[in-house]
T-cell receptor, first 112, second 111 residues
Framework: DAGVIQSPRHEVTEMGQEVTLRCKPI?????LFWYRQTMMRGLELLIY????????DSGMPEDRFSAKMPNASFSTLKIQPSEPRDSAVYFC??????????FGEGSRLTVL | GENVEQHPSTLSVQEGDSAVIKCTYS??????FPWYKQELGKGPQLIID?????GEKKDQRIAVTLNKTAKHFSLHITETQPEDSAVYFC??????????FGAGTTVTVRA
């Protein structure tokens, strides 16, 4: 398997624009996670899904953030409208139940 | 919620020496403690984990110890090599999924 695949790897956008980050989890994994990494706050769990259903979104910073998982092989994290403080590396990760968490290589977002 | 503190924030060791990173956690219900290694431009990768029913676990040059009474756990890397240079994160969880991460330790192995 190719591992967790994220796109885009880098995104530069202007404040107010909509940003969509995409993730393809490892085939067969039934858990999917979105994390955000910044120097100030480290690695933060934003939301996670089990069998495509959102289980805990308490880490989503505000209503500008939304995440969907329409099927077992695809998830999106959307920010609308984006702000400079959203600049970070966003990681998607997937796992089996009680299994190792596999991270993608991340999407580096810069909001000007 | 769970709060994980990690020390030191940076660590420089001579090749061949040992490196030790320490973490403390706040939630006594936590029962799963993984360690991740993150190389530049990559996502974190699990290197070893331990559950609360075990006090120590070893995998070649790396080992993790857990003291549930004191709520702290440590990562030990022996015979360090240049490829051990990376950022290391500890984490804690009570349900395997909602991991709380430490702030990370940047390890530099000097040749």
């Amino acid at each position: 398997d190719a591992g967790v695949i994220q796109s885009p790897r880098h995104e530069v956008t202007e404040m107010g624009q909509e940003v969509t980050l995409r993730c393809k989890p490892i085939s067969g994994h039934d858990y999917l996670f979105w994390y955000r990494q910044t120097m100030m706050r480290g690695l933060e769990l934003l939301i996670y899904f089990n069998n495509n259903v959102p289980i805990d979104d308490s880490g989503m910073p505000e209503d500008r953030f939304s995440a969907k998982m329409p099927n077992a092989s695809f998830s999106t994290l959307k920010i609308q409208p984006s702000e400079p403080r959203d600049s970070a590396v966003y990681f998607c990760a997937s796992s089996f139940s009680n299994g190792e968490l596999f991270f993608g290589e991340g999407s580096r977002l810069t909001v000007l | 919620g769970e709060n994980v503190e990690q020390h030191p924030s940076t660590l420089s060791v001579q090749e061949g020496d040992s490196a030790v990173i320490k973490c403390t956690y706040s939630d006594s219900a936590s029962n799963y403690f993984p360690w991740y290694k993150q190389e530049l431009g990559k996502g974190p990768q699990l290197i070893i984990d331990i559950r609360s029913n075990v006090g120590e676990k070893k995998d070649q040059r790396i080992a993790v110890t857990l003291n549930k009474t004191a709520k702290h756990f440590s990562l030990h890397i022996t015979e360090t090599q240049p490829e051990d240079s990376a950022v290391y994160f500890c984490a804690a969880s009570f349900n395997d999924y909602k991991l709380s991460f430490g702030a990370g330790t940047t390890v530099t192995v000097r040749a």
